[in-house]
């Protein structure tokens, strides 16, 4: 796939210029790709932002330097691009658990992060449903959060505690609705260190101009989108994150790498709709944004 081989050129060209100033601007131009894509994509199919696979690589290569030798610590850390001893040791220590001076000894474990390769797998044995929709301008009203590390652990702690305190049925009451509605999830400010935020909410009508302070209000600007369904009803909660998840790891795994679009900036969405009127079965689509590849 494409896609795919693109990934793996812009990992050589990572471990060719571990001793050069690079940028992750950079390693995105040897993907022939855009910096928000290819940071999503990156982070959505190793788990780690490419600035943290630099700086590991890195800090790996220059333990191996330092392990069992004389050579000056200050040599090392302007080899790989540190400016003063003191970053160098501060970034070494947080990955190795020990200090570079300490490293330079015999008999000091220290931790190896390998160079990473993309490979092609024959998948595609359960098909993907999607379309591509345009979608309008709109603004939405919710309670949001910081999510530092694992969404698939922090989102649904955050939905359980909102919906336990009472939150949800007040969002919900805000915006006019009954306190069963469901509510959508929104992902966005996608980060270089891998964070982002997360907002669980709902539309905002048309000419309302009262929002509780609580709420964190989000605008959304008119998108072309590629609306991917879940398949299967899902009666409980827990089964919904597990069925998102799947869905989540196959658009970036599966559908962007043999594709001719491309992620673009802007919030993605996760909308919940009730399966029948006896609200007790619902299923998800993920909303990306999108364009076609140049």
Known sequence: ME?????????????????????????????????????????ALTGFTATEYLRNRRLTLAAEELAGTDIKVIEVALKYGYESPESFSKAFQRLHDVT??????????????????????????????????????????????????????????????IWKNGTIARINEAVGKSGNALLNGY??????????RYLFGTD???????????????SIPAQTYAVFDSHEKVPETEEIGLEVLNVWRRIYSEWFPSSNFEQVEGPCLEKYYWMDESETESTCEVWIPVRRKA
């Open 3 to 43: 896609a795919l081989r693109l990934l793996q050129q812009a990992i050589d060209y990572v471990e060719d210029n571990l001793q050069s100033s690079i940028q992750v601007e950079d390693i995105a131009k040897a993907a022939m790709s855009s910096k928000y894509h290819f940071q999503r994509m990156f982070h």
């Open 100 to 161: 570079p001076l300490a490293a330079k000894k015999k008999n000091v474990k220290l931790k190896s992060f390998p160079r990473i390769s993309f490979q092609v797998q024959i998948k595609g044995e359960v098909e993907m449903n999607y379309r591509i929709v345009e979608e309008e301008a709109l603004t939405v009203v919710g309670k949001d959060v910081m999510i530092k590390s694992d969404p698939y652990k922090e989102i649904p702690a955050f939905v359980e505690e």
């Open 187 to 196: 992902h966005y400010d996608f980060n270089e260190d891998g964070t982002k």
């Open 204 to 218: 905002l009508p048309k000419g309302s101009n009262t929002v509780p302070p609580e709420f964190a209000i989000l």
